[in-house]
């Protein structure tokens, strides 16, 4: 904190604590209303504050111009938090109590639209700092995001030598997919492929999931439908203890978009029961046709199958409720994203080996696309702050190299550029809980059951999954 001074240059540290500060009171029944009313209006008083702290603490300088705009673009979110949790609910407070709580939401409208207007007027046409974190800060950064042995040139070296494992075993998928099309075009399976007749056949295999996508109104239904399918999986064939606590499937709050399309929001690490929260980020309304196509074929029908397994069953939904049933207020508190992304990624895979959609091939296609995914997170995110990367450069790894859509591409650029050491979670998370898995299987042998391996490795919380394999194989931790 003392060497990144984020409070220093990154509006959305504030405008996350006002949202959050609410939004977390507010949307699980943790304690009666009347109880998170009151409290919420004491936040309510405070966040006009804080906001103004933020104008005196940002250095114009400093502040790169998309955190900046994102910022600009979320800032009145957290009125439609307020118009949607307290606003209606103001009557189950005492008179004296629902007075005090409209004052509150007189003064934070007028806050907000008072950091509005120097958002636009001020922050955005001045803004002048660079997102990139440059290579010592961002491998002091990494060591702590990470806490995994792989350094920077060890994640880069692995990452690039699986984008070429999976490109090729993508090719022998797409070449089977096309084998009865005379339209397509011929891949040659004796032989290696040239480099353009790798991309070829992917691209023509890839566009037949494309053609199956949701609708922009059904992108929530399908996703709910996908996850009870999911579940239904992993309960058949025995993958996992299943939650007992609910998930519900949301519209991600205003104040949230702009930088994920997705995520899973567990209880907090004392809550117990509560239900989590998959939260999709609707289509923004201001989007071309062009930018909505793009979304819903990145997006396709099976992505969303994949999507809702990595959000949801198994993934972090089941890795959430695992956490919280085996309580260490500490290590609840501080789990470690590593582990978390690195599960979500690892239940991709081994749904898929599970038989997931067996009779499928272009799931399995899209499976390893969405896994490229992760693979370009890793090369991109130090591309982007240690190597200089332009937009061209980070654009051709994910549309050319990782078969993305320019829609999703691009919001993964802004992602970048807004984020730092993040990215790289999901690849380093994942590789560690396959070398894991691949150990405790050695180790075992014969005995080796998969939903017992699960749910013992889920029940240690989220450590850093180095930390959790020396609790697998009873190692001494170091």
């Known amino acids: 904190m003392a060497t990144l001074r984020r409070e220093s240059w990154d509006p959305q540290l504030y405008t996350g604590l006002a949202g959050s500060a609410i939004y977390s009171l507010m949307a699980r029944d943790f304690a009666p209303l009347p109880d998170r009313l009151r409290s919420a209006t004491s936040r309510l008083e405070k966040i006009p504050g804080l906001l103004a702290q933020a104008r005196d603490n940002l250095d114009l300088s400093r502040v790169p111009k998309i955190h900046a705009e994102t910022v600009a673009q979320q800032n009145r979110g957290i009125l439609s938090i307020v118009n949607t949790f307290i606003t209606p609910n103001i009557d189950q407070l005492r008179p004296g109590e629902a007075e005090r709580l409209r004052a509150a939401i007189a003064q934070l409208e007028s806050a907000v639209e008072e950091h509005q207007r120097w958002l636009d007027s001020t922050l955005v046409p001045h803004a002048a700092g660079d997102f990139r974190l440059g290579a010592e800060k961002y491998d002091r950064k990494l060591h702590f995001a990470l806490n995994s042995a792989l350094s920077r040139s060890e994640i880069r070296r692995r990452a690039e030598a699986e984008l070429e494992r999976v490109r090729a075993e993508m090719y022998g998928i797409a070449a089977t997919v096309l084998a009865d099309d005379p339209q397509a075009p011929k891949a040659r399976i004796a032989d290696a492929p040239t480099a353009v007749e790798q991309q070829g056949i992917i691209e023509a295999a890839l566009e037949r999931a494309y053609a199956e996508h949701p609708t922009p109104a059904n992108l929530a239904s399908d996703a709910e439908a996908a996850l009870q399918s999911s579940t239904d999986f992993v309960r058949e064939h025995a993958l996992a203890t299943l939650p007992d606590a609910p998930v519900q499937i949301i519209l991600m709050p205003e104040f949230q978009r702009g930088v994920a ?90 749904m898929a080996d599970a038989g997931y959609l067996d009779n499928d091939p272009l799931f399995k296609l899209v499976q390893l696309k969405f896994y490229l995914r992760t693979i370009a997170n890793a ?13 061209e450069r980070a654009m051709r790894l994910m549309t050319h190299d990782a078969f993305q859509q320019e829609s999703e591409a691009a919001g993964k650029w802004v992602r970048a550029q807004l984020t730092s050491a993040q990215l790289p979670t999901y690849f380093v998370g994942v590789q560690e809980h396959i070398d894991t898995r691949k150990a405790v299987e050695e180790k075992l042998g014969d005995d080796f059951d998969l939903k017992t391996y699960h749910d013992q490795v889920l029940s240690h919380g989220a450590p850093p999954v180095r930390f959790a394999r020396q609790l697998m194989l009873d190692e001494p931790i170091q």
């Open 261 to 350: 399309v997705a995520y899973c929001d567990s209880p907090g690490p004392l809550d117990k029961g509560l239900q989590t929260f998959y939260a999709i980020s609707p289509i923004p309304d201001n989007w071309a046709p062009a930018q909505v196509e793009s979304f819903l074929r990145e997006y396709n029908s099976r992505m969303i199958q994949l999507l809702s397994i990595h959000e949801g069953m198994p993934g972090h939904y089941l890795e959430g409720w695992h956490s919280a049933k085996f309580p260490s207020t500490l290590r609840a508190v501080l789990r470690s994203g590593t582990f978390a992304e690195g599960w979500a990624v690892y239940t991709e895979k081994m």
């Open 379 to 391: 090369i991109l995110d130090q591309g982007v702050h240690v190597d200089g990367w332009t937009r």
